[in-house]
């Protein structure tokens, strides 16, 4: 889901220039996956990685922190958050700026990221930012986990690493996600 959002994010940019990383919480690895997977995305592009700080999944420290993003780069397209939390940071950071043409990434297509991309909605995304998130289908998660676990119980094979998808929300599948 990593690598999907750093290639929505890159796709967003026009396929080039300058974005920074919020890093997750120390240790959250799914947080550190995401990352990597944004980090193989940039790899071969014409996008590249100016600046970085953790995010911590705290919305004012993650606003912070762009607010230094944006002053030190000024040719900064895009900010991608590890989690809900780090880019509604970053995007308030962005809309307090006013500076448009600018792409925020984020994970986990929690409510308050969902409704930035809704029609009529308030809050709604500011005037020339773009906002991007990624589903992980906790609801499949939960399913394969306890399948998996009873199958473990049962003395059944378990794979160790089960995949449950993703999907790249955006304005345009918004209100379908929602739903």
């Known amino acids: ?102 792409i925020v990434g984020g994970h986990d297509a929690e409510p308050d990221e969902v409704n930035l991309l809704l029609p009529d909605q308030d809050p709604e995304l500011a005037p020339g930012v773009t906002y991007i998130t990624v589903a992980q289908m906790p609801e499949e998660m939960g399913a394969e986990s306890l399948k998996a676990a009873v199958d473990d119980l049962e003395g059944k094979s378990v794979n160790k690493r089960i995949e449950t998808g993703y999907e790249v929300v955006t304005e345009d599948n918004a209100a379908d996600y929602a739903k």
Do not use: H, W
């Not at 919480?25 to 590249?48: L, S």
């Not at 995010?55 to 000024?74: I, M, V, Y």
């Open 1 to 102: 889901s990593g690598r999907a959002m750093g290639e929505a994010v890159i796709e967003a940019m026009g396929g080039s220039g300058e974005l920074a990383i919020l890093d997750g919480t120390p240790g959250a690895t799914a947080e550190t996956d995401r990352i990597d997977g944004v980090e193989q995305a940039v790899e071969g592009t014409d996008a590249e990685i100016v600046a970085r700080a953790r995010g911590d999944a705290n919305r004012e420290k993650s606003q912070a922190n762009t607010e230094d993003f944006l002053q030190a780069n000024p040719n900064l397209k895009a900010v991608v958050g590890a989690c809900t939390r780090a880019s509604l940071g970053a995007y308030r950071a962005v809309e307090l700026s006013g500076r448009k043409g600018m």
